[in-house]
């Protein structure tokens, strides 16, 4: 079964609304969650790094005020795409460090996001 | 260069023919490397570890060849249900946040 889980699998919005996208780790506590972003047939590519307590850690070239990150928890990590435009139109995904090491990384199942 | 390199493809294969992807690497000290399966619309789900002395899992074999800085993923006996795109995964020495290529789009006809 699923070790994070991610929520909504579907969305679809109005151009300048906001959305968010929820992500939970079950069953195991994750201080350190990664959003990627990934476009059709374009690898996934990291937007940020979630830590659990305090503030995420972008990469270059992702708008923090556009995409705001919140990781109140060590089991939930959410992204809000914040006056969304078709362009932020994307397969949003989030996943999470395995436990004990090896470099496991646990996927969330992965969010679309229209924006219309 | 882009850190981790993959082929696009598609690769177009018939069912049971034999196909193999490459990968390559930048960053020498990459520690650990995996392959990923990806279905459309889907979350990519792991394939399999790839080990320096390389290993297989049934139909799959993974290679590892530090020297010339590339990851290879073979799979014989192709089957219909091996459509997918394949992610090759780096993570870089001392790093815990893995870099993916962009995938190799695999279609097995019948």
């Known amino acids: 079964g699923a070790v994070v889980s991610q929520h909504p699998s579907w969305v679809i919005c109005k151009s300048g609304t906001s959305v968010k996208i929820e992500c939970r780790s079950l069953d195991f506590q994750a201080t350190t969650m990664f959003w990627y972003r990934q476009f059709p047939k374009q690898s996934l590519m990291l937007m940020a790094t979630s830590n659990e307590g305090s503030k995420a850690t972008y990469e270059q070239g992702v708008e923090k005020d556009k995409f705001l990150i919140n990781h109140a928890s060590l089991t939930l990590s959410t992204l809000t795409v914040t006056s969304a435009h078709p362009e932020d139109s994307s397969f949003y995904i989030c996943?999470?460090?395995?436990?004990?090491?090896?470099?496991?990384?646990?996927f969330g199942e992965g969010s679309w996001l229209t924006v219309v | 260069r882009k850190e981790v390199e993959q082929d696009p493809g598609p690769f177009n294969v018939p069912e049971g023919a034999t196909v193999a992807f490459n990968c390559t690497y930048s960053?020498?000290?990459?520690?650990?490397f995996f392959w990923y399966r990806q279905d459309c619309r889907k979350e990519p789900k792991l394939l399999m570890s790839?080990?320096?002395s390389g290993n297989e899992d049934g139909r799959f074999t993974a290679q590892l060849n530090r020297a010339s800085q590339y990851i290879s993923l073979l799979i014989r006996d192709s089957k219909l249900s091996d459509s997918a795109t394949y992610l090759c995964v780096v993570f870089p020495g001392g790093s815990y946040i893995p870099t993916f290529g962009r995938g190799t789009s695999l279609i097995v006809h019948p």
């Open positions: 790839v080990y320096s």
């Open positions: 960053n020498s000290a990459s520690q650990s």
């Open positions: 996943s999470a460090p395995g436990q004990g090491g090896g470099n496991t990384i646990y």
